[in-house]
């Protein structure tokens, strides 16, 4: 089965940056479009970015453009989501997504049928 465990969460401090991991098993990595995903209590999931296969092409929301980084390392089944200067606004749950091949629409939620559990990120002021 299909397997999407996020991690590199925590509690940090505003401006701080931090890389988060997504590791895959189960499906075909080199193959699969990645996406990344928030949602803070209250509010609706929302997209951050995704890249599409090995070396692919690197789609982002306007508010994570220049801010956040999504990239992968297919030798190791795993996605990255790196976020520069974090502030209190960014605390939310953060998920991975997957699907293999291409989504058909590269921000849709609906698009990725496997999902990781997330991992929490809270900054602090």
């Known amino acids: 089965q299909v397997k999407l465990v996020e991690s590199g969460g925590g509690m940090v401090q505003t401006g701080v940056s931090l890389r988060l991991s997504c590791a895959a098993s189960g499906i075909d990595f080199t193959n699969s479009a990645v996406g990344w995903y928030r949602q803070s209590p209250g509010k609706e999931r929302e997209f951050i970015g995704a890249?599409?296969?090995?070396?692919?092409?690197?789609y982002y929301a306007e508010f994570a453009t220049g801010r956040f980084i999504v990239s992968r390392d297919n030798a190791k089944n795993t996605a990255y989501l790196h976020m520069d200067s974090l502030n209190p606004e960014d605390t939310a749950a953060y998920y991975c997504?997957?699907?293999?091949?291409?989504?058909?629409?590269?921000?849709?939620?609906?698009?990725?049928?496997?999902w990781g559990q997330g991992t929490q990120v809270t900054v602090s002021s």
């Open positions: 997504a997957a699907k293999r091949g291409y989504p058909g629409r590269y921000s849709a939620g609906n698009e990725y049928p496997y």
């Open positions: 890249i599409l296969l090995e070396g692919g092409s690197q």
